[in-house]
């Protein structure tokens, strides 16, 4: 009876393994490769979301007091901020670089960024065969109230200069996704990441006189950059 017992177990134990594991294991592997560049583009796009967010507080003077719910008071506008933006690969410094941006038009501009990919990465074939927590981490990007409450550029109240809105939990879900975006860095290989520095008079002064000689020297930048902006309104 031991014999029969064992013998049946043994042969079980070997079905599950090349019926069941070893499938599974190469559906992980497969799934794995093939979200691995998306998930460098996620942390890419969160980082740079996070940057633009923390700095436009920093210039309100919103964090100075160390309480993240001073962020609810932050104004998203149509407005362009002047920096430098400092890169990291994988937590080692690339360089910084003047840098501009519009707060309410690229916060939306990523938002719309995140959400994309987090939509291709969970319907890649074999996704549910994935590692447990990439699969918590993107549900929940995908129903983070900060990308939620972020405004969009056709937003109502923001056509009026006079309306002072206010994103009450701004600040308690922005230190939300700064969590999931940790958690997210060590399922990625190549970490691109961002931080936003200020950026002086004559720092401006000069980079828009190398900019003024670069599109002078190039003439095509400045139809490509027109194009562009009529293919935006």
């Not at 550029?153 to 309306?163: G, R, S």
């Not at 600040?171 to 940790?182: D, H, P, T």
Request: with cysteine; aromatic share 10%.
């Amino acid at each position: 009876m031991v014999d029969i017992f064992s013998s049946a177990y043994v042969t079980s134990l070997l079905f599950y393994y090349m019926v069941n594991y070893l499938p599974a294991v190469k559906q992980e592997k497969k799934a794995q490769e093939t979200i691995a560049p998306k998930l460098v583009n996620l942390y890419l796009y969160i980082s740079e979301l996070l940057a633009m967010i923390e700095y436009s507080a920093k210039k309100e003077n919103l964090l100075q007091t160390g309480k993240i719910d001073d962020m609810d008071k932050l104004h998203i506008r149509d407005e362009i901020v002047l920096c430098k933006q400092r890169s990291f690969i994988n937590e080692k410094e690339n360089g910084t670089v003047a840098y501009s941006y519009n707060v309410l038009k690229d916060c939306d501009k990523f938002r719309t960024l995140i959400l994309n990919i987090c939509s291709e990465i969970s319907c890649t074939p074999s996704f549910s065969y994935c590692d447990e927590q990439i699969i918590h981490i993107i549900s929940k990007i995908q129903l983070s109230e900060l990308l939620r409450m972020l405004p969009k550029t056709d937003d109502f109240l923001l056509k009026f200069d006079f309306a002072d809105i206010s994103y009450l939990g701004l600040g308690k879900e922005y230190k939300q996704l700064v969590s999931i975006y940790k958690e997210l860095a060590r399922f990625v290989d190549t970490r691109h990441a961002y931080e936003m520095l200020d950026i002086s008079k004559e720092e401006i002064e000069k980079w828009q006189k190398e900019q003024a000689e670069s599109l002078k020297e190039h003439p095509e930048i400045a139809q490509i950059l027109v194009a562009m902006q009529m293919q935006n309104k």
